[in-house]
């Protein structure tokens, strides 16, 4: 018990610590503030111990007996993988967050908020069950709705898009708490399809519980043969992955991540790099082997893990090319997780359709880890930049690099990682999806993660090039003609940034020495022997691997070269007028109007119609009618009794009259006598009752 | 024989003259009396819960003799008590919200306040008696003696058209209840008993008392009667002027205690005497459930009225119940009953919300008006945070245990019977709920986000007497959202005696 009461405060410590953020408040902020990331620290502290000691073991509570529901945390190679993850990468966030939020409004709620969001998210991890998981999944997308709306008196400043952007006549331009709905409600349409499944899973499997759902795998009554026998173990698979792709703003839900801007950088570093997106990924990368195991029963296999791997490709692909034109430096952060995202969905899928599914297992959670040390590098710096250039719109900012050198190192480090340059750690990550891609025959995705490669490298340099190197913007001259100079962020926000990005580097240059041991950690996971992975078939031939690393590194580097041509050397203009292929990128393909028109707009027409012309039209006028010739009646009371031979209609207007009468009197003031009458009788009733006839 | 439960009774009935004479003096600081008056309750029932936990439905009752008719007899058993707890602690909370609310709404006219507390005093006598009622007759009369004191509160201190809207909702209910009866009176006469507990067992040894397609005629009028309660789609059209144009504490009854009253006495009544004809008809009222879930909050979407919002949610909400109930295992029975219970604290939690921004604003309870209240309001805005929560069904708040089981049991129902219906009601069901989160979202965005305006720059925080109501619903919510066991036990074992597994 002592051992794994360790992995449980992994997740309440922050939790708890939410909860004493409004007590600490009271004593100081200062302690407030230090407090809130003390509960961090000791969460990533705990899930580092817990990883080193702890045995693998599910340790269960109980939760609701009269179902035999139990509450576990799960401890094993992967759940600690993401736990260890999720909680030192907050941890620095958290830090950042002392420098960054200082003298900002709400700062208890947001730091409640924060170390609520962190135990959500620990606690998605590392449930043993899908009902225990699923508090968690939905905890942090509260969470994220309420972080990312914390500016919730929505002053213009904090707005994501550009003044007067619209789409299809629908406007682009986000308010945080527009932004935090819309997340919310988004990211639910995903969850219903992921609650779908776990009915269908749970109304065969009487159970929620991750190990024991694998385990009835074995048997031949499971709860896979019975969803197969009906027809619905590959639609539940599909809807189970539902979930994810709301929660990793994949395609057809990816909308909601570009918009979700408006909260704090410390938020979107938060949220893309740590928590709230990568939840979609470790679900797939959870119940994903289940469903293989499950779908092999029933040679389904390839239907489920192309849907994946296709989802993910495409959608690596559409974030990339918006990324390419956007004007906001954190959204062109923004549509590069959502890409990023895409290549870890890509692996996943890959795993299951090649013959080797560890290996493609393996490279979606590598490039998790990667992409989650770069990216918070970036997002913590892009915050720093726009704090300095007072503005989100990367053309508002310019030669930033010369007053912020080490920002500057620090992103580009960062930037390069994200490019897939060697040695980062995002070139291994990133190349071994698009090896394996080629190598499991899939040529059509690995053409699409190829041009994703060539993008990616194309915005991460125009970005740098836009903001950091060139001329100051005329925007940034009248800042420091008014007295405000570019100058390096404070260290406790200097220090998380920068670690990140070189641990990015570090990262990389260790990669081949624990590379193959981790593999290995994360694939004893699958230790039960209900797991049947193919036997691993050995890799392609040194050259061929030789000539996959070289052709995905050529490819970004000739994108970020031309990038680099484009806005490196020339001072960068704001072109108002875009070709139509910018504009139809920029106006994101024209998905998010699309959507609106549909899904908004079309729904709130559809109930203002129903309104109208149902409730209003039909049920109402109903009432009304009844309710007006109910008076009527009543005031006729007199002859009506003799006069309406019909019995119904008799009855109705009598009590009507009855009441009418009531109503007049009520107004004259003499109700209160009817009351009171009316108390007494049912007194004199209860009386009787009880002591005359109670007695007999 | 201890007179425990009939104190339950006994003590808001005794309240109503003493009410009535303090008032005089105390004028609406008479809503602290009947604080405790209605506190003394909901004691005596966990009291009595407490002596029957050792039997296996946690059944504590007491049958005083009511010749010719059978027994008038007061029960708190596993299905009662959660339903129980939820009245008794509304009708208390809502004594004290009511206090500067009707103090506003009545002003300085210290003989209002008696009548105003006595006929909340009956009213809470009626909810009372009804879910305790072990006789069909005794049943009837309370769920009759709930409807007189809420039509002359909503006449009295409503908003409005109150005259036609009290009348109205006057009129539906008491047609509904007067079907109600036939179905009663049938029964009585065939089974030859009133007692539900007779009834049962005469009808177990002589099933042809009532011949099957009696009992679904039966279970016709006695559906009717209880589903106009519930206002479900079609029948609903009372409702949402009722609610919206009651006084507010009336319409935070109405909604979080009342109607689900309808949805407890189907279990408590038709399922557990008719259940066979009840699940003839359960495919039927799944559809019809599906209907009033989705009509619900797709005319709640379009509101701009809070409370008429509100009142909608309620009917919306009110599907999930009978959806539950639909679903007849033990899942989608005990999922209702919780959702009775998260529907109690979401819509105690939202109309006091409400009335707590009338009161601080004027009486503007229009949507489009307000907006920017949170950092005025902090308490009452994080309650309405909570309570939108609950309402749309986030893990953490009783609100998502509650759907979570009541869909399971769709989805049971539907793989049990392998029936495609079956699975595409209850996937569309699921589907509603993402309705329910875009207006209950929406109109926490619209009241307390943004900028206040000139009508809201000048607002306070809400007196105590309703923000320790908002904040003591708020814990309930999350305390049964993390550990619904000792609710969701209950209505479990209950349910299994009904419906079986």
């Not at chain 1, 406790?492 to 070189?502: K, Q, R, S, V």
Request: charged share 10%.
């Amino acid at each position: 018990m002592a051992s794994s009461l360790l992995a449980w405060l992994i997740w309440v410590t922050p939790l708890v610590g939410a909860l004493l953020t409004p007590l600490f408040a009271k004593i100081h902020s200062r302690v407030r503030d230090i407090a809130a990331v003390g509960f961090t620290f000791v969460a990533a502290v705990l899930a580092t111990v817990t990883a080193l000691t702890v045995a693998a073991g599910d340790y269960t509570v109980a939760w609701i007996p009269s179902l035999n529901i139990t509450a576990g945390v799960l401890v094993d190679p992967l759940s600690l993988f993401m736990a260890n993850i999720v909680a030192w990468i907050s941890l620095l966030i958290m830090i950042y967050s002392i420098g960054y939020m200082k003298g900002e409004f709400g700062l208890t709620r947001y730091w409640f908020f924060m170390n609520l969001f962190i135990g959500n998210m620990l606690l998605l991890v590392l449930a043993d069950n899908l009902l225990m998981m699923f508090f968690g999944w939905e905890g942090v997308g509260l969470c994220s709705y309420a972080l990312i709306g914390h500016y919730y008196r929505d002053e213009p400043k904090y707005w994501v898009g550009s003044p007067g952007d619209t789409a299809l006549g629908v406007s682009e331009e986000y308010s945080p708490t527009k932004s935090g709905m819309k997340a919310f409600v988004m990211t639910r349409i995903g969850d219903i399809a992921l609650l779908i499944a776990i009915f269908l899973i749970f109304a065969f499997a009487r159970t929620f519980n991750y190990n024991q759902l694998v385990a009835q795998l074995g048997s031949s009554g499971s709860w896979a043969a019975n969803l197969a026998r009906l027809g619905l173990l590959l639609p539940t698979a599909l809807l189970f992955f539902g979930g994810p792709i709301g929660k990793s703003a994949q395609f057809p839900l990816q909308e909601w991540l570009p918009d979700a801007m408006t909260g704090p950088a410390s938020v979107s570093a938060l949220i893309h790099a740590a928590t709230m997106v990568k939840a979609g990924v470790f679900l797939t990368g959870r119940m994903g082997p289940v469903f293989f195991i499950a779908l092999s029963q029933f040679n389904q296999v390839y239907q489920f893990f192309g849907v994946i791997a296709w989802i993910g490709a495409f959608t690596a692909l559409l974030a990339a090319s918006q990324a390419a034109v956007a004007r906001e430096i954190k959204k062109v952060l923004a549509y590069s997780t959502v890409s990023q995202i895409g290549y870890m969905m890509l692996a996943l899928g890959i795993a299951g359709l090649s013959a080797n599914f560890l290996a493609g297992y393996s490279a979606g959670l590598f490039h998790l880890l990667s992409h989650a040390v770069f990216k918070a590098s970036l997002f913590l710096a892009a915050g720093w930049v726009l704090h300095v250039a007072e503005s989100r719109f990367m053309d508002e900012m310019g030669g930033l690099a010369k007053a912020m050198k080490l920002t500057s190192a620090s992103m580009l480090l960062a930037g390069l990682s994200l490019m897939g340059i060697p040695p980062f750690s995002g070139f291994w990550t990133k190349d071994a999806i698009l090896s394996l891609s080629f190598l499991g025959g899939q040529y059509i995705l690995y053409g699409l993660a190829l041009l994703t490669a060539f993008i990616t490298g194309f915005y991460t340099v125009r970005m740098l090039g836009i903001t950091l190197a060139g001329k100051p913007s005329k925007h940034v001259e009248d800042l420091m003609e008014g007295g405000k100079h570019p100058h390096e962020a404070g260290l406790t926000m200097l220090i998380p940034y920068l670690l990140l990005a070189l641990g990015s580097l570090g990262l990389g240059l260790a990669y081949p020495l624990y590379s193959g041991p981790l593999t290995t950690y994360v694939a004893s996971t699958f230790s039960s022997t209900v797991y049947k992975f193919p036997a691993v078939v050995s890799s392609a031939s040194g050259l061929t691997d030789l000539l996959l690393l070289s052709v995905s590194t050529a490819a970004a580097i000739v994108g970020g070269g031309i990038a680099y041509l484009l806005y490196f050397r020339k001072n960068y203009v704001v072109k108002i007028d875009m070709n139509p292929i910018q504009r139809f990128l920029y106006k994101r393909w024209y998905l998010d109007a699309i959507y609106y028109k549909v899904f908004v707009s079309g729904l709130l027409a559809a109930s203002q119609g129903l309104y109208t012309y149902v409730e209003q039209g039909i049920w109402n006028r109903l009432n009304n009618t009844i309710g007006r010739d109910i008076m009527d009646y009543s005031r006729a009371s007199d002859q009506l009794d003799t006069q309406v031979v019909d019995r119904a209609a008799n009855e109705v207007a009598s009590y009507g009259s009855r009441l009418s009468n009531l109503l007049r009197r009520l107004q004259s003031g003499v109700t209160e006598q009817y009351v009171i009458g009316f108390a007494i009788g049912i007194i004199l009733l209860l009386a009787y009752m009880l002591f005359v006839v109670g007695a007999s | 024989m201890t007179l425990l439960l009939i104190g339950a009774i006994l003590v808001p009935l005794l309240a109503i003259p003493i009410l009535y004479a303090l008032s005089k003096k105390l004028t609406e600081k008479t809503g602290f009396v009947s604080f405790i008056f209605l506190l003394i309750p909901l004691v005596t029932v966990l009291y009595a819960a407490l002596q029957g936990s050792g039997s296996p439905q946690g059944t504590y009752q007491e049958l005083y003799s009511w010749s010719p008719i059978g027994n008038f007899g007061f029960r708190v058993d596993n299905l009662s008590l959660p339903i129980l707890f939820i009245i008794g602690l509304l009708t208390a909370l809502v004594s004290l919200f009511s206090v500067p609310y009707m103090h506003q709404r009545i002003g300085n006219d210290p003989g209002r306040y008696g009548l105003y507390y006595s006929l909340f005093a009956l009213y809470s006598l009626g909810m009372i008696g009804t879910v305790l009622a072990t006789n069909l007759i005794e049943f009837y009369l309370f769920f009759e003696i709930m409807l007189v004191p809420s039509f002359f509160l909503i006449a009295e201190w409503g908003y409005g058209e109150k005259e036609r809207i009290s009348l109205t909702y006057f009129i539906w209910t008491h047609v509904g209840a007067l079907v109600l009866l036939v179905g009663i009176l049938v029964t009585a006469y065939l089974t030859g008993a009133t007692d539900m507990d007779l009834v049962i067992s005469n009808l177990a040894v002589n099933p042809g008392l009532i011949s099957t397609t009696l009992r679904l005629g039966i279970v016709g009028t006695m559906c009717f009667g209880f589903f106009v309660k519930i206002g479900q789609f079609g029948l609903h059209v009372w409702l949402p002027s009722a609610y919206a144009e009651a006084p507010t504490p009336i319409s935070t009854i109405l909604a979080a205690a009342m109607t689900g009253i309808g949805g407890y006495a189907t279990v408590r009544i038709v399922m557990t005497i008719f259940p066979q004809a009840f699940l003839t008809f359960s495919a039927f009222f799944a559809g019809w459930a599906l209907i009033t879930m989705i009509y619900g909050s797709a005319m709640a979407l379009v509101q701009d009225d809070i409370k008429r919002l509100l009142a909608y949610s309620s009917i919306s909400q009110m599907g999930y119940i009978l959806f539950g109930l639909a679903a007849f295992n033990s899942f989608g029975v005990s999922g209702s009953m919780f959702q009775y219970v998260s529907n109690g604290t979401a819509k105690g939690i939202l109309f006091i919300v409400v009335g707590a921004v009338m009161l601080q604003v004027r009486g503007e309870r229009s949507l489009s008006k307000l907006g920017g209240l949170a950092s005025k309001m902090p308490i009452t805005a994080t309650a309405a945070f909570i309570g939108s929560l609950t309402l749309a069904g986030l893990p953490s708040t009783n609100g998502f245990l509650s759907e979570f089981f009541l869909f399971q049991g769709g989805f049971v129902r539907a793989t049990d019977t392998a029936s495609e219906y079956r699975l595409v009601i209850a996937a569309l069901g699921i589907v509603a709920t993402a309705l329910t989160a875009g207006y209950s979202l929406m109109a926490m965005k619209k009241i307390f986000f943004g900028a206040p305006n000139s009508d809201t720059s000048n607002v306070k925080e809400a007196p105590w007497t309703i923000t320790l109501p908002l904040i003591t619903l708020s814990i309930v919510t999350i305390i049964l959202g993390i550990y619904p066991e000792p609710i969701l036990g209950r209505l479990l074992s209950a349910a299994r005696a009904i419906v079986g597994s």
